[in-house]
């Protein structure tokens, strides 16, 4: 295996190198052309003329070599398991070691990933192995059965037995002198096009590699684990995943985007798995992916379990229980990876049913506050509640409160489409008013339901809120609910970007006649002021965005949400040039450049489709 690594490491020098030597060839082509041309025209023209690809060749090269040098991988921080806190765990990791013939990680760590990894301190272009660290995703051993987890412990340890981790820092330097490079080139140099060239047939031997160890690494988890095992290993992982993914998207984010953390993030996934075990048995009843791409890193699962397959089998006994049976303490475990890796900042962290319930509320308060302010508009009062709307329901003006909200109704037809809003404003009163709280699920959504674990009846009463002729008698229901129609009131008289995100960005362009660099979010448009130099308005704008929270940059700097806006005039396509009418009255007018810098190259399009559907 020394030898394989010694080979492996000198192909990868070799590549990065050719990469160096490629600009070498380039610089002494185009002094050899400036030469010859500085014989048939003046010198300063010839100049000119090969200056940008001394630049590409030169520059580019030198800074993204640079960085190279000085960087070197980062592995993730993870929780630490000592051998007293986790003796089961690592004694199947030394047993796993031996089988797959190497030495034991100097340290196992948790991560709150559907992952495991493994990282060497290696030294001398790989020929000298260093510290080890072996790396767990909480959610596998939380999911996994003990056989599928020793599959997956054994191929990470095979990377090692492979010597495949001596190579993870001059793969890395490689990645990222040729990114650095590639990224300082302009579109349009010509001379770049032979580095974007190399580039690719560098990332294709590269990942060709990384594809062969995977494969040798299963090998390894083979010979631990079975190819049961093995392949039933790679079956779960997408279907953790999908979970993880699921239970982030469902439960996690809508509540952090809202101000509040789950007290205990991983117990909650563990709860969820059990809960929705048949959906995830469905799961593991689909195909694995078969599609793969030379660009890949990791060969399809479908390849990877007919390459198991295909191995001699090694007989050993099964073990089918729960992976968590090797760490005593895992919800302790899941407590302790969250408390030192996730920064909740100013976040409530709160109970999971408390956490679901304060999610709901505030996600329908926040769309509470959008009908309020709508109505508001159409009748001069930015103080409005659900008292007042029944009131404007019992004066036979709903029509036209409330016509903004449904553009494609008359005015006859709105208090019929406004049933199921006002049976939302109903709820949240009833909520405010201590008559309802939040029931939470881990197999659907949250229910609303009255202290006595029914439903309340928000929708045959918002039936009867929505017209002159019964909002009375939606009153008298409400009253003997106990639920007071004014706790129901708006909160946010203007609209923020929480929960928002970044679609788009525009550098240098004027509003209002003051040079301003513009994002695109998809709740409204953030204007920065005193943006700086206009050359850098592309990597001015990455670094804005990499900064913050789209919500955070939205409140450090202007922000108009879309709801404010009434009608768009487009004065010009190319560069763009629209004038943005507002609610007030006021008009805002932006103007592009043609020095103007997009963030990515449909900036331009995603603006002007947001503003035409704003105004629609």
Not at 35 to 43: A, K, M, R
Not at 534 to 562: C, M, N
Request: aromatic share 6%.
């Amino acid at each position: 295996m020394r030898m394989v690594a010694a080979v492996r490491a000198g192909a990868s020098v070799l590549m990065l190198a050719g990469f160096y030597i490629v600009a070498l060839i380039q610089v002494a082509a185009a002094i050899a052309f400036g030469v010859w041309l500085s014989s048939l025209v003046p010198g300063g023209i010839a100049l000119k003329v090969i200056f940008p690809v001394l630049v590409a060749a030169i520059g580019s090269v030198a800074v993204g070599m640079w960085k190279a040098v000085r960087a070197k991988p980062q592995p993730p921080e993870g929780l630490g398991l000592g051998p007293d806190q986790a003796p089961e765990l690592w004694r199947t990791v030394h047993e796993l070691a031996h089988v797959v013939g190497t030495r034991v990680p100097n340290e196992i760590r948790l991560v709150p990933e559907v992952n495991a990894a493994v990282y060497e301190e290696s030294r001398l272009l790989g020929l000298i192995g260093g510290r080890r660290t072996l790396y767990i995703g909480l959610p596998l051993i939380q999911a996994f059965t003990v056989d599928q987890l020793r599959a997956v412990l054994a191929h990470e340890l095979g990377h090692y037995s492979h010597a495949h981790t001596r190579l993870g820092a001059i793969a890395y330097r490689g990645r990222l002198a040729i990114g650095g490079t590639i990224g300082r080139i302009g579109p349009y140099n010509v001379a770049g096009w032979i580095f974007k060239g190399y580039a690719r047939l560098y990332l294709l031997v590269d990942n060709a590699s990384s594809r062969r160890q995977e494969l040798e690494a299963d090998q390894a988890a083979v010979r631990a684990a079975g190819r049961a095992a093995a392949a039933s290993a790679l079956r779960e992982i997408p279907v953790v995943d999908a979970a993880w993914g699921f239970f982030f998207g469902r439960y996690v984010e809508p509540g952090w985007e809202s101000g509040f953390a789950p007290e205990d993030l991983f117990g909650g996934f563990a709860e969820l798995l059990a809960a929705r075990k048949d959906e995830l048995e469905e799961m593991r009843g689909q195909e694995p992916p078969s599609d793969g791409s030379v660009w890949d890193t990791h060969p399809p699962i479908a390849e990877r379990i007919g390459a198991i397959a295909a191995t001699p089998e090694v007989a050993r006994p099964p073990d089918g229980r729960r992976a968590g049976v090797l760490l005593p303490d895992m919800g302790g475990a899941g407590r302790a990876m969250q408390a030192r890796m996730l920064d909740v900042g100013d976040r409530r962290v709160l109970p999971w049913a408390y956490f679901t319930a304060a999610t709901a509320t505030t996600t329908m308060q926040r769309n509470a506050d959008g009908i309020f302010r709508a109505v508001g508009r159409a009748i001069g009062d930015d103080r409005l509640n659900l008292a007042t709307l029944l009131d404007i329901v019992a004066a036979n003006r709903l029509g036209a409160a409330a016509e903004s909200l449904f553009p494609n109704a008359t005015r006859r037809e709105v208090p019929k489409c406004f049933t199921e809003p006002m049976a939302m404003l109903i709820a949240l009163a009833a909520i405010k008013s201590n008559v309802a709280y939040w029931q939470h699920s881990w197999t659907g959504p949250a229910r609303l339901v009255g202290h006595d674990g029914q439903p309340l009846p928000t929708a045959e009463i918002a039936a009867r809120a929505v017209s002159p002729q019964t909002v009375d008698e939606a009153r008298a229901w409400l009253a003997h609910l106990r639920i007071d129609p004014g706790s129901a009131m708006v909160v946010e008289q203007r609209a923020s970007a929480t929960g928002a995100g970044v679609v788009a960005g525009i550098a240098n362009v004027k509003v209002d006649g003051v040079e301003h660099d513009l994002l695109v979010l998809d709740k409204g448009l953030v204007f920065v002021g005193n943006p700086g130099k206009s050359d850098k308005g592309k990597v001015r704008l990455q670094e804005l965005v990499g900064s913050a929270p789209a919500d955070e940059i939205a409140r450090t700097h202007r922000f108009l949400p879309y709801e404010e806006i009434t009608s768009v005039a487009f004065v010009k396509n190319v560069p763009l040039r629209v004038d943005i009418t507002l609610h007030s009255g006021q008009t805002v007018s932006v103007h592009e450049a043609w020095s103007s810098e997009l963030i990515a190259k449909n900036s331009r399009d995603v603006l002007t489709d947001v503003l035409k559907q704003v105004s629609d």
